[in-house]
């Protein structure tokens, strides 16, 4: 058997939140459907988690899994709902993608955060939906330092495709796996 497997990491978001299915689940069905290879997609990610959190969880993450060489990392909408500095964002996420590269991962696929709807939420408001434009500069800035790193802007999430201002239902699932999809199909 022809096969891939792919390391997902993050927040809520790739989790699953608020939805049945997740968009690792569809990024899996997707990537068999479009390529020669079954595809398995490995889900560590963590509700609630910040770019903090997971570089703590990073090594234990990766040495648990083996015959795995590609990533998708979508973290950052945490630290921008609690107001991260974004130095200190900039730094964890830097670690996180030096600490992937080093455990040989061939390519990883860094999410643009997602679009914010603010709807009177009280972590995710209108400034936080603005701010989130900085902390996707510093993903793109970083993407661009590391060699194997892929910036993956996502297609257009209207807010129907959302459960509140930042979970997905499973058409935002959907469409956040075809973003992920189409650059590494591109690949």
């Not at 330092?145 to 930042?166: C, I, N, Q, T, W």
Request: charged share 25%; glycine share 6%.
């Amino acid at each position: 058997m022809n096969y891939q497997n792919v390391l997902c990491l993050g927040d809520s978001q790739t989790f699953g939140a608020r939805s049945y299915g997740c968009y690792p689940l569809h990024l899996a069905k997707i990537l068999t459907d479009r390529t020669a290879y079954e595809w398995r997609t490995i889900n560590r990610s963590v509700n609630g988690y910040t770019a903090r959190d997971l570089w703590f969880l990073t090594n234990e993450n990766i040495d648990s899994i083996s015959d795995t060489f590609q990533c998708c990392l979508l973290i950052g909408t945490n630290d921008v709902g609690n107001r991260t500095p974004i130095d200190i964002f900039q730094e964890y996420y830097r670690q996180i993608l030096r600490t992937l590269r080093i455990k040989k991962y061939k390519t990883i696929y860094c999410g643009e955060i997602p679009p914010i709807h603010a709807d009177g939420h009280v972590f995710f408001d209108r400034a936080s939906a603005e701010l989130r434009l900085k902390y996707n500069d510093i993903i793109r800035k970083l993407t661009q330092e590391v060699g194997a790193a892929r910036f993956v802007p996502m297609k257009e999430l209207p807010r129907s495709s959302y459960e509140d201002p930042v979970h997905f239902n499973e058409n935002g699932n959907l469409e956040v796996a075809e973003s992920f999809a189409d650059v590494m199909v591109a690949q």
